[in-house]
């Protein structure tokens, strides 16, 4: 039987994650690929070495399968070295399903081995960072769900578990625990340096002199 744990603690661990803006619908969307076409029997799209990009938010893969062009309502998926960049964040992973609504990207799952996300937080240099086998992010709600080894890093702390949630409105964190040794809820927790190292001496002549 699976445990939830609310890991309130983690407010503290980790500030910094900020969410994505969902982008102007009014900003053109850009497309470019080396190759593409149409299959008909399936009424797919097909891109070979694609790029996308609208706003802040670009997108590279190997291939993209597109259910419409025009996105007002369509899926993308994307394969092959995919990496996907939005305000403040950086994705790499093996494969993505992408969903446009009105425009604008609302849904991203993407899987990977693992799949990675960075965010950087206005203000600081220092990157959160996150790795899990499959990650879903809804832009709309600002609610990232981890799963499969999740891990997040920040400033030198982490959380590890089968399941987080991370919802940026609320700022809070669920950690889902499978009750295995494997599968528990880890949290590595590195204070802060206080005060600043003392300076060294400047060594005495052989008189007893500075």
Not at 2 to 16: A, C, H, N, Q, Y
Not at 49 to 65: F, K, P, Y
Not at 191 to 208: F, L, N, R, T, V
């Amino acid at each position: 039987m699976k445990t939830r744990k609310f890991i309130s603690v983690l407010l503290l661990l980790l500030p910094g994650l900020a969410a994505a803006q969902l982008t102007d619908p009014r900003l053109p969307i850009s497309l470019d690929a080396d190759s593409t076409d149409y299959d008909g029997k399936s009424s797919m799209l097909r891109f070979e070495g694609l790029r996308l990009s609208q706003g802040s938010i670009g997108i590279v893969a190997d291939e993209g399968l597109a259910s419409k062009l025009d996105f007002e309502d369509s899926i993308w998926k994307f394969t092959g070295s995919v990496v996907i960049d939005i305000e403040n964040g950086h994705i790499e992973c093996d494969s993505a399903d992408l969903q446009f609504i009105d425009h604008q990207l609302r849904l991203a799952v993407v899987a990977g081995t693992p799949a990675t996300f960075e965010l950087t937080r206005e203000g600081s240099d220092e990157p959160t960072y996150a790795e899990a086998g499959k990650l879903k992010y809804d832009l709309e709600k600002g609610v990232i769900e981890f799963s499969e080894e999740a891990t997040i890093t920040e400033n030198g702390n982490q959380i590890s578990a089968n399941f987080l949630v991370y919802d940026i409105g609320e700022q809070r964190i669920n950690a889902e625990s499978s009750g295995s040794d494997d599968g528990r809820v880890r949290i590595t927790y590195t204070p802060a340096e206080s005060g600043e190292e003392p300076e060294d001496e400047e060594p005495e002549d052989e008189d007893g002199s500075q």
